[in-house]
């Protein structure tokens, strides 16, 4: 399940190489006699078929869930607090974001009571 802008363009990225891998192994298969050779070229593309079908699937269902991921998605309003907070969570580890809340949320700490 993807679950941020960032594992969603890895996806993608992935998703553009195991097309790349099935392109190739397919043109193995075209010309490989060996029946062992086309056995294990044909093993390797049914496996490398079936990621792409669970990569793409992850896509399809984050595409629907959020419909404005992707590169050429673009913000129509300011953005809801708690979502950024989310994102921050998301890259930064939620482990440092609890114990700094205050310094990103707010821009000072607590025990200083002063801005940053």
């Not at 993807?2 to 190489?17: G, H, L, S, V």
């Not at 397919?26 to 010309?31: C, D, E, W």
């Not at 939620?94 to 801005?115: E, I, P, T």
């Amino acid at each position: 399940m993807i679950e941020n802008e960032r594992q969603y363009d890895i996806t993608r990225e992935w998703i553009a190489k195991f097309g790349e891998a099935l392109e190739a192994v397919r043109g193995k298969l075209a010309v490989v006699e060996d029946s062992t050779e086309r056995w294990k070229l044909q093993v390797f593309e049914d496996a490398i078929r079936s990621q792409l079908a669970d990569l793409e699937a992850d896509v399809a269902n984050c595409e629907r869930v959020h419909p404005t991921t992707g590169a050429s998605a673009q913000p129509t309003e300011d953005p809801y607090p708690l979502t950024e907070i989310s994102r921050f969570a998301a890259d930064m580890g939620v482990a440092d974001l609890s114990k700094r809340h205050d310094w990103y949320a707010h821009g000072r700490d607590v025990d200083d009571g002063g801005d940053r």
